[in-house]
């Protein structure tokens, strides 16, 4: 009877596991809403991955870029209107998809400043609440256009936000056209204990996901990355040493969270070794849309 009785007792928790980690009910399959991945993964589209879009620059003043083509790599493209974005922008960018993929994509998203911030692993300190706010601000006041497999999106990375002053309560909103970026083999699921790991460190990061948006990467030419990463490094050999730097500590910080990780350089050749599991290397082996 006991052995019963614990079983009835756990109903809730085996139903709560059934329906996914988060334990809330599944949508209407008519309510358009972004794939929900596992709480320990971030997900971003391949081609923002792949480009310059979220740039490996350092702090400092941003340019305005004013409806620039992008570097991104073949079959991505990649116009941009709007102050630089960085890997910091990414990070918000990222916890906001991660609240967001709980509900209806379009409907309004409501976390405090401290909510947001507990997602990037970071304080919920005056000064991150006023960098949070300015990156926010970044992620609204621009216009991308960009294509990726059969689709193209036309819009801003966030539709509109707002935030209680008193409560420091933000609704945030995206637009539910962006929901074929996430196609099945159009994202890639970061590691964000690998990603958060490497943290003020904008090149690392950027590498971390670029590789982690290909099975099997090819080799690259160092000139390549620099194009695609979006550097400021005006001579190649000053970007070749931080270039060495970033993917040491990429190796690193892999090896520290179970990721096969590792590289080597020959010639102006960067040759990369991945072992990618489970659901991610499905997605990745999927042929992409636009040659379905």
Not at 69 to 85: F, P, Q
Not at 146 to 166: N, P
Not at 236 to 244: E, G, N, Q
Request: proline share 3%.
């Amino acid at each position: 009877m006991t052995k019963l009785n614990n079983l009835l007792a756990r109903i809730p928790e085996i139903q709560a596991r059934a329906k996914g980690s988060t334990g809330r009910k599944a949508l209407p399959k008519n309510v358009i809403q972004l794939p929900v991945w596992p709480q320990a993964v971030r997900a971003v589209p391949n081609g923002f991955l792949r480009s310059a879009l979220f740039g490996a620059i350092g702090k400092g003043r941003r340019r305005y870029i004013n409806g620039e083509d992008l570097a991104a790599i073949d079959g991505v493209t990649i116009r941009y209107k709007g102050e630089r974005l960085d890997q910091g922008d990414l990070d918000v960018w990222e916890s906001v998809l991660h609240a967001v993929r709980l509900q209806e994509l379009g409907s309004e998203c409501r976390l405090t400043s401290y909510a947001l911030l507990k997602l990037m692993g970071k304080t919920d300190s005056g000064k991150n609440r006023t960098t949070l706010q300015n990156r926010i601000e970044r992620l609204v006041a621009n216009a991308v256009t960009v294509k990726q497999g059969r689709y193209t999106y036309i819009g801003g990375l966030i539709r509109s936000a707002a935030k209680d002053e008193e409560t420091q309560e933000w609704v945030i909103e995206l637009d539910a056209k962006m929901r074929p970026l996430f196609a099945d083999d159009q994202f890639t699921q970061i590691e964000w204990k690998v990603r958060h790991t490497l943290d003020g460190q904008p090149l690392a990061q950027w590498l971390h996901g670029f590789y982690a948006s290909h099975v099997t990467p090819f080799p690259m030419k160092v000139e390549t990355l620099h194009r695609l990463c979006g550097s400021e490094a005006t001579l190649m050999s000053d970007f070749l040493k931080t270039l060495r730097k970033a993917l040491d500590a990429l190796t690193q910080a892999s090896l520290a969270h179970g990721e096969a990780f590792s590289y080597e350089i020959l010639g102006d050749l960067v040759h990369v070794k991945k072992v990618v599991k489970g659901r991610q290397r499905r997605l990745l082996s999927k042929p992409s849309s636009d040659q379905k």
